[in-house]
Every structure is written in structure tokens, then in C-alpha cells.
């Protein structure tokens, strides 16, 4: 065994021991408290949980692929893999047990496309290296026949003037326990862009770790949410922004029906030194049921002087001028409502440049709308 | 013959009474102007003729062209025929000025058993009347009212009254927030739709609009009832005497 695979296995150790000592992440852990995953699984039920199955359903461009169960890996994947310093149990969790997922890099100033779906219960690890001047699409989809407990953790290295876009589509599978664990780097003039869709699990939650290391470096993260009756989405997000003028800005869109619940927790740090920063963030909550319910919560660290940070939170029910104005134009109420339920989510939709990607997740929340619509009591 | 016939109407808002014995008779082909102080019921008086919730007929009955007008929801007001050209026009991002045009009037039709209108047919008809009210078609393609300054939002709202057309239209004070060309525009747009198969209701606080907009009858309403009714004179000796003085004159 060489000394870089040791190097890979001590990581993975590591990992096992992290998860072995915090356990299952539960509503008194501060980052978990709207969101108990403890109630749904234990923690010999995540060590157990095997392997992920998904199936790269596109391959485009210039991305080398790696399977990371077999056992010869190249040097980049050694020296990447399992690397990022994350504070995540579940995270580790997704390293250190399934052995299972893949490598994708995409060498320098070149660029390509990776549509993976994630079709089964289990763990699966993915690290994503874009070298400099390279740019990446990968869109992740998780079928909505999904049961049992999924815990994917991905790295992202994005190298500077890189650019990475990430789309993200679960669908709702109300029997099952979905974990997306996301941890990135940016370096200069880099970018990250995510756009994410959620329609509803047991439990689901996309955590995002992303650190905007070099000047100019920039993540720009969208998303919505459309909840069922009985489903429950968390998306927490942590954007660190470490160097100068570096920009960041967020938007998140929920409509909770029936009884579901909606999460949002997005904290910004930026840290000192890092001037001429930029951060905003916006999170909202259409409460469609009377027993939804949506808990958002944004959080500011500022430890540099000179930057600008905006955020806003708001949760409440479809405006009632807005639906009287419709109507008194001859736009029947359940027409009405539709209508501004889709235009408050559009928000969050409309920014992507892609038009499949847009398409891909428009016609997920389509989908998803009328199931949130009718829990409405 | 009558297109709205309003008898002895009392309307409350939250529990607490606004229109307290309002009669009025408005036949097709005339323009009537309701004019009154702040706080007299004016905006109570369009809001219940339009349908909106929480404005609770106690007593009292509305007839619009012989049917109960209190029956109906609002989007069924709409399709027979009465139009509020509102106060404050709401904004809505996420829908297109012109995608909501398509589909109010089509939602209209349809209540009528009338067949869609396609989006070309729809943009010729809306075309045909934005050009005299100034409405562009940049503003079509933008977010309903949204980003619209005062004059752009009541400009749209005739332009709906245009393409909607109409049997009973009530503007409620549309010349608020508008500067004097703004006004004579608006006016135009609403001069243009005069005709003997429609009634107007032009609800105002000031004098001023009805320079334009000429009616045939004006009434006054003080307290949630009419104390004065007159021909357009009565809008000048209002402007020259004020409302309290007609207020002492008809107790």
C-alpha cells in the first residue's frame, strides 16, 4: 500500500471516528433544531445503510470520470478526496462507510456536462474538481420512489476563473430520508452556482458549505420548495466568504401545504480582512396549510469593516389584494391562486440561464404544485 | 333602463357600519359621479359593487341589470360586465402585464361560454388601445404594475377597462396621484368609452376630474349616504363652498 492511499484511509478513519463521536445530528444540536434527524434514523441504521446506487445518465465535454469503488485511484482523487476539513456528521458519515460514488474533474480550461440520478437508498461520496478556466454543469436528480435513508456528500474544488453549476432536483418521496451534504471551495474569480429544487421527504435536507477563498470569487444560490402534506425540507447554508470583494447572494422559496415544514437557515460569515464583500440573502414562505409551517433563519458574522450584507426573511399567506385584484379581472379564485403561487416561485426560477436545467425543474414544481395545493384544508 | 339599481344599502367593515342607507339608480348611457370627503364611504362603495370580501351587506339590496349583484363572486362580476378601475393598482412580480391581460380576458369569455383568444389575437386587440393611452409595449412585457409609476398603473387600468369592455365601469378616484396631462389622458381613454349600453360610476374627492370626464349626475356622500344630488353644477358649487358647508346645508 502506498503512503498516499494510507493517506486516504486515515481520512476515511477519521471520518468514521467524527461520525462515531457526534452520532446522529438531533434538534439539540443548533444547526439541526427545526429539523430532528435522530427521530427518523440512528446511527447504526447510517453505518449500515450501503451503497447508494446512481447511473450518470450524461457525459459531455471534456470530464474524466472515476469510479471511487474501485480500487486504484489516481493521484488527484487521493489528493482531493475526504480533504475538506468539514464539521458535518453526516458528511462524514458519507465518506466513511459506503466506499461507493465517483470522481469527475474536468482538466484546465476545459468544459463539459454530468447528469447523475441517485435512484436508491444509501450512501455515495462525489468529488468534483474543476481545474482553472474550466467550467462544469452537473445536474442531480433523486427520483421521487425513493424510500429509506439516502446520505450523498459531494466536494467541490473550483479553481480560479472555474466555473461550476449545479442543479439539483428531489422529488417528493415521502417514505424516505434524504441527506444532501455539499462542501466547496472557490478560488479566485471562481464561481458556484446552485439551483435546487425540494418537493418533500419524511425528512430532507441540503446542507451547503462553501468558502469563497479567493478575491472575486462568487456563489450565487437559488432554490424552492414545494411541500405536501406531511413532507418536511431543510436547507441550511453556511457561505464563507474569506477573501476581498467577494460576492454572494441567495434566494430561497417555499410553498408549505398541508402539514409540512419548511426550513431555511443560511449564515454568512465573512472573516477579517475580507473587504469590498457583498452578500444578500432572501428566504420566503407561502403557507398554503393551516398547520404548515416554515422556519427561517438567516445569520450574519461579520468580521471585516468594509462590506455589504443584505438579508431578509418572510413567511406568510398569498396577499389578499393581489388575489381580490385578479378575481375583480374576472380570474377565477383557484386561478387566481395559481397563478401567484407560480409567480412567487418564478423568482427563484427565472435567474437560471439554462433552459433545460430551468425546464428540468419547472416541470418538477408543476408537478409537485397541486399535491400542496389540495392539502390546503 | 336601470343598470344598477342600489336600495337603502347598509355595508359594515369589520363590524363597524360605512354605507348606512345609500339608494342610487344609474341607467345605461350615463355617467354618474360620486363625490365626497375623506371617510365618507366612497372606496366602501366601490369595493362592494366589486365584490371584495369582508365588506358585509347588513341590509339593503345592489341590481345590477336585474340579477342580485350580492350573490355573485367577484370574477362572476367581472364576466357580466362590471369593471373597478382601482385606486391603488396592486403590483405582481412574476406575472407579465401581458400574459395577465390574456388571461383575465380569457377567464371572462369563458365564463361567458365564449371561446379563448389566441396570444397574437389577444396582443392585436391590446395594441389597438395602448397606443392613445401611451401605454408602451415594454410595458406590457414587464411585471404587472410593477416598477409603474402612478400615471403608467391608472393608464393600465383604462386600457383593461378598453379591453374588457365593460357594461358597468366604476373608477374609483383614478385621478389621485395624477399630475393635469396625466389626467386629460386617463380622461380621454374614459371619454372614448362613453356610450349609450354603458353606465359609469366615477367616484372622486375633488372637482378637478370632472372637468374631463363630465357627468351626467352628480351625487354627494357624506357618512355613508347620499345628503345631495344635481347635475354637473353641483360638482362646481361643491369646488366653491367645500364639503362641510353642503354637509350644513343638507342636515
Given amino acids: 500500500m502506498n503512503a498516499a492511499l494510507s493517506r486516504l484511509d486515515a481520512r476515511r478513519a477519521e471520518a468514521a471516528e467524527q461520525f462515531r463521536m457526534r452520532g446522529v445530528p438531533h434538534r439539540r444540536v443548533e444547526a439541526w433544531k427545526y429539523s430532528d434527524l435522530r427521530a427518523v434514523t440512528d446511527a447504526d ?24 469503488s474501485s480500487s486504484a485511484q ?41 447528469r447523475v440520478n441517485f435512484a436508491s437508498a444509501g450512501q455515495a461520496r462525489v468529488l468534483i474538481v474543476l481545474e482553472e478556466g474550466a467550467s462544469l454543469r ?19 474544488r473550483v479553481a480560479e476563473n472555474a466555473h461550476f453549476t449545479h442543479a439539483r432536483t428531489a422529488l417528493t418521496s415521502a417514505k424516505a430520508v434524504q441527506i444532501a451534504d455539499i462542501a466547496g471551495t472557490v478560488a479566485r474569480n471562481g464561481s458556484y452556482r446552485l439551483t435546487s429544487g425540494a418537493f418533500g421527504a419524511e425528512l430532507s435536507r441540503l446542507e451547503l458549505k462553501l468558502s469563497l477563498d479567493g478575491e472575486g470569487a462568487e456563489a450565487h444560490l437559488a432554490g424552492v420548495g414545494v411541500l405536501a402534506d406531511g413532507t418536511h425540507a431543510d436547507v441550511t447554508t453556511h457561505i464563507v466568504h474569506a477573501a476581498g470583494n467577494t460576492r454572494s447572494t441567495q434566494l430561497f422559496k417555499n410553498v408549505a401545504g398541508g402539514k409540512s415544514r419548511a426550513v431555511y437557515q443560511g449564515q454568512i460569515t465573512v472573516a477579517k480582512g475580507a473587504n469590498g464583500s457583498d452578500s444578500r440573502q432572501t428566504a420566503k414562505a407561502l403557507l398554503l396549510g393551516q398547520r404548515a409551517e416554515a422556519d427561517l433563519k438567516p445569520e450574519l458574522e461579520i468580521f471585516a469593516d468594509d462590506v455589504k450584507c443584505a438579508h431578509g426573511a418572510a413567511v406568510g399567506d398569498l396577499d389578499v389584494d393581489s388575489l381580490f385584484y385578479l378575481r375583480a379581472r374576472g380570474i377565477p379564485e383557484a386561478e387566481a391562486r395559481n397563478m401567484l403561487i407560480r409567480a412567487f416561485l418564478e423568482e427563484a426560477v427565472e435567474e437560471i440561464a439554462n433552459d433545460d436545467i430551468r425546464a428540468l425543474l419547472w416541470q418538477a414544481v408543476e408537478d409537485a404544485l397541486p399535491r400542496a395545493m389540495e392539502s390546503r384544508p | 333602463m336601470s343598470m344598477l339599481q342600489i336600495k337603502d344599502l347598509h355595508v359594515a367593515v369589520d363590524g363597524k357600519e360605512i354605507l348606512k342607507g345609500l339608494s342610487l339608480t344609474v341607467n345605461a348611457g350615463e355617467v354618474h359621479a360620486i363625490m365626497g370627503p375623506n371617510g365618507s364611504g366612497k372606496s366602501t362603495l366601490s369595493y ?21 349583484l350580492n350573490a355573485l363572486a367577484p370574477e362572476e362580476r367581472a364576466a357580466k360586465g362590471i369593471f373597478l378601475a382601482m385606486q391603488y393598482p396592486v403590483e405582481i412580480p412574476g406575472v407579465t402585464t401581458m400574459t395577465f391581460l ?150
Fill in chain 2, 48 to 68: 362592494v359593487l366589486a365584490g371584495r370580501a369582508g365588506y358585509e351587506i347588513t341590509s339593503g339590496s345592489i341590481v345590477y341589470k336585474d340579477e342580485d
Fill in chain 1, 74 to 114: 489516481p493521484d488527484w482523487v487521493r489528493a482531493h478526496l475526504g480533504a475538506l476539513k468539514s464539521d458535518s456528521a453526516m458528511g462524514a458519515a458519507s465518506f466513511a462507510f459506503a466506499h461507493a460514488g465517483f470522481a469527475l474533474r474536468v482538466p484546465r480550461g476545459q468544459s463539459g456536462e454530468v
Fill in chain 2, 102 to 251: 390574456k388571461t383575465a380576458l380569457n377567464a371572462q369569455r369563458r365564463a361567458r361560454g365564449e371561446s379563448d383568444l389566441d396570444a397574437l389575437n389577444v396582443l392585436k386587440r391590446v395594441r389597438e388601445k395602448a397606443g392613445s393611452l401611451k401605454v408602451s409595449e415594454e410595458m406590457l412585457k414587464r411585471a404587472l404594475n410593477v416598477g409603474f409609476s402612478g400615471g403608467e398603473k391608472k393608464r393600465l387600468e383604462i386600457l383593461q377597462m378598453a379591453l374588457f369592455e365593460p357594461k358597468l365601469a366604476i373608477l374609483d378616484e383614478t385621478d389621485s396621484g395624477l399630475d393635469i396631462d396625466a389626467l386629460k389622458l386617463v380622461a380621454e381613454g374614459v371619454n372614448t368609452l362613453r356610450s349609450p349600453e354603458r353606465a359609469m360610476l366615477v367616484i372622486t374627492h375633488y372637482q378637478r376630474l370632472l372637468n374631463y370626464i363630465v357627468p351626467d349626475r352628480v351625487h354627494v356622500l357624506s357618512a355613508g349616504r347620499i345628503i345631495r344630488e344635481g347635475g354637473k353644477e353641483l360638482a362646481h358649487e361643491l369646488e366653491a363652498k367645500g364639503y362641510a358647508q353642503i354637509v350644513k346645508d343638507a342636515a
Fill in chain 1, 45 to 68: 441504521a447510517v453505518s449500515n445503510a450501503g451503497a447508494a446506487q446512481w447511473t450518470i445518465e450524461h457525459r459531455s465535454g471534456d470530464v474524466e470520470f472515476v469510479d471511487l
Fill in chain 1, 138 to 156: 452537473y445536474v442531480e436528480t433523486v427520483p421521487g420512489h425513493l424510500e429509506g435513508l439516502q446520505n450523498i456528500g459531494t466536494e467541490v
